[in-house]
């Protein structure tokens, strides 16, 4: 009997997504062929609620290796939600059981970052086969090593950093990047490293404007009359850090800014006397193709999980650990978040560089 394999992709798109779906495709049909079908839910979960897919033709998984984005297409359903019926009075969960069921699926891959892992969780509880495939460029899903999306925005990130350089050297200026990631630093860490940033913030590790200010001093009094400064858009300082997430938004609203980038910058110039400025390259760090290590992360990845669709292995997503391709239960990952360690090496290697952590 023909296998039925539903595909999502859901979150924010990253690079890789196009490239995993072709994986998890090509090695399907390479094993299966005609006996087996994908099925495309178009804009993750969103989709799979509202009933909205197709069945794919295998040439759709041509040519997508190098190309950015989702060809299904990808949309935000927050997990808080799925259990809270609304006014259009849909109960989600019922939908996306009962749609998987008219799909007549055997199993449905959801390939995500956090928030999708916890839907694909709640689907698996509820009876669905499941299997998870780990995207985002913020590179905070539990129990893998490394996410795919995560270091082609490190390389794109990083050419911003290596961009601003000599600007900020012609201005004698400071600048300030803004890298995305709310809750993980993994993004600015990596970035600000490979990109030679003097002064690296994350958003585990709130910081000090003093501090701030005395590395950029410290510069100056050895000569160095700029300074570059990796900034993740999550980070919050000292004061912040006793205040809670929402109280601290409120406060941010009543004085007019969201991120902390803007606020660090006018702090530098009062503080210093040096002229500075603010760099967010923004969604750029989601945008086009993949690079050749994310290429490869995702074709393992998505052959990986074509082999746990034929062993009809559910409930788990993969993972990368100590470069071996491997499953996690969705069980054990779902809710859980991975973030920068104090006692990660990066932050040592930051530390003996003189850069400072803020
Ligand atoms: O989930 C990845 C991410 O790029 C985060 O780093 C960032 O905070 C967020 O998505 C931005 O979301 P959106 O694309 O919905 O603005």
Redesign the pocket.
Known sequence: MKKRIGILTS????PGLNATLRGVAKALYQRMGEDVEIIGVINGYSGLIKGEWRVMQPREFNGILTVGGTILGTK?TPFKLMRVIGEDNVDKVAEMKKNYKEMKLDCLLCLG?NGTHKTANLLSEEGLNIIGLPK???NDIYGTDVTFGFHT?VDIATEAIDRVHTTAGSHSRCMVVEL???K?GW?TLYAGIAGGADIILLPERPYSIESVCSAIERRAEQGKSFSILAVA??VFDVAEARMKRKERMAKRAELGYSTATNRIAKDIEEMTGFETRVCVPG?M??GGSPSPYDRLLATQFGAYAAKMVENEIYGITVAMKNNHVEANKLSDIAGKARLVPESHGMLDVARRMGISLG
């Open positions: 979150g924010g798109d990253c935000r970052g985002t460029i913020d925005a995305m990631g709310n993980a993004l858009e999550g969604h760090q989601r």
